[in-house]
């Protein structure tokens, strides 16, 4: 059964570059992004960790804990980065997690239930372990994607959407499309006018349904 949007997401407890890890544990108190590869030594996913281990300093701003996934183990992990690091000129400082019996990546839907890992495999044998999750403190699922293994992932637009719903979760609003901080926001329609007014001051309507105002979590 796939995961879904305000579901708990599965804990587990598994090796990893930085030793086991119980995940909810992990997370603590934190926002996390999961974000998963079919395979060590590939080359779009060598250019994706590197993009986000660039994007360090912009994840701790946000208190954003990030992890990675594959099936491989965490000493193929580790020999890795060093490639990952040569690549993108950044310390990649987050922990990779082995998922060698595939039980995260079958407790998160990335593989089906009756997948295995055969001998000499090759990425293609785990094209669909290459999703990003976001998860709210709470341990919620917030937002999920899935890309194939041709494309890069954006991870821009995973730290705007991280933005979103952070401020949407502080502020109780909504993102109109292609939404960045300071821009305006869209107030919920379960709000009233005279509750709008009284929470978020002047605003604009559009039509009854559709109401704007300016960025709380720019101020």
Not at 80 to 86: A, C, N, P, Y
């Amino acid at each position: 059964m796939s995961l879904r949007i305000n579901q708990t997401v599965p804990d587990f407890e598994a090796d990893s570059t930085e030793g086991q890890i119980r995940f909810h544990d992990w997370i603590g108190d934190s926002w996390a992004i999961l974000f998963s590869h079919p395979k060590d030594f590939t080359p779009v996913c060598t250019t994706e960790f590197g993009a986000v281990a660039q994007l360090d300093a912009e994840w701790k701003k946000r208190g954003v804990k990030v992890i990675g996934i594959s099936v491989d183990d965490a000493e193929s992990h580790r020999k890795w980065k060093t490639d990952i690091e040569g690549f993108c000129g950044a310390e990649a400082g987050f922990p990779i997690i082995a998922d060698g019996d595939l039980e995260v990546s079958k407790a998160y839907d990335m593989l089906p239930a009756e997948a295995y890992l055969p001998e000499g495999r090759t990425a293609n044998d785990t094209a669909s372990v290459r999703a990003v999750y976001v998860i709210g403190p709470d341990k919620k699922l917030k937002l999920s994607m899935t890309y194939p293994m041709n494309v890069g992932r954006n991870f821009a637009e995973i730290l705007r959407a991280v933005d979103a719903l952070q401020a949407a979760a502080e502020h109780g609003i909504a993102m109109p499309a292609n939404w960045e901080r300071g821009r305006d926001v869209v107030i919920p329609a379960t709000v009233t006018d005279e509750d709008a007014k009284a929470k978020f001051g002047e605003f604009t309507t559009h039509f009854p349904y559709l109401r704007t105002t300016k960025d709380p979590s720019a101020a």
